[in-house]
Structures are given as structure tokens and as C-alpha cells.
């Protein structure tokens, strides 16, 4: 059985620091391209950064880039999402997904397996 969990969102003052986690199971991360998403409210879901299966393509968003680093642990099937430096413009729910292939840049209707979604709020 796939699943895709998110955890470690919460509320953190501007500036300040979170690591988002994404336990993967029922698939191997070498097989799928994985992505961070998120979704502010009254926005369409955006990508932040995705992945290709071998890590060779990272393709960040331009309004996270040298603030967060994604990174994976393949011994535990594990995906992280670490976000310095946040501000008000970061709230949002975050996603982690996964679209079996190589290389899905952030087009999110390539993804197959998503989460349910961690809360993020910046604010002071």
C-alpha cells in the first residue's frame, strides 16, 4: 500500500526555521521524482521544489531558492523539506508527492501519490 505522510509543519515567527518530513512507503524513492508543494488559501497549489528520481534535476521555485534545500535519506524512504529564512508569503499547507518516472519537473498533474498535507504558518 503506498503512502505519502508529511509532518512537521506548525507556526514560526518570520525569519525563523522548519524541517518538513515525508515517510514514503509501499514504493522505493529510486523508482519516483518527488516534490514539495503548497497551497495558500484562494491560490492554486504551487511547486516548490521537485526532484528527479536520481537527484541529478532539482528544480526550485524561484521564491524559495538558497532558502530551502530538499534532501533525501533512501536507507529510511525519506524525504525533507528544510526552509530557512521564512516569511508571511510562505503560509501555506505543504505537500509531498510522488509521480513514478525520472524527471516530473513541478507539474503537478504528473504527480500519482500525495500526501495529506502539513500546516504551515509564518507569523509573529
Known amino acids: 500500500q503506498v503512502q505519502v505522510v508529511e509532518s512537521g509543519g506548525g507556526l514560526v515567527q518570520p525569519g525563523g526555521s522548519l524541517r518538513l518530513s515525508c515517510a514514503i512507503s509501499g514504493f522505493t524513492l529510486n523508482d519516483y521524482a518527488i516534490g514539495w508543494f503548497r497551497q495558500a488559501p484562494g491560490k492554486e497549489r504551487e511547486g516548490v521544489v521537485c526532484?528527479?528520481?536520481?537527484?541529478?534535476?532539482?528544480h526550485y521555485a524561484d521564491f524559495v531558492r538558497e532558502r530551502f534545500t530538499i534532501f533525501k535519506d533512501y536507507a529510511k524512504n525519506m524525504v525533507y523539506l528544510q526552509m530557512n529564512s521564512l516569511n508571511a508569503e510562505d503560509t501555506a499547507v505543504y505537500y509531498c508527492?510522488?509521480?513514478?518516472?525520472?524527471?516530473?519537473?513541478?507539474?503537478?498533474?504528473?504527480?500519482?501519490?500525495w500526501g495529506q498535507g502539513t500546516q504551515v504558518t509564518v507569523s509573529s
Open positions: 508527492a510522488a509521480g513514478y518516472g525520472s524527471d516530473w519537473y513541478c507539474r503537478v498533474s504528473e504527480y500519482d501519490y
Open positions: 526532484t528527479s528520481n536520481d537527484d541529478r534535476s532539482i
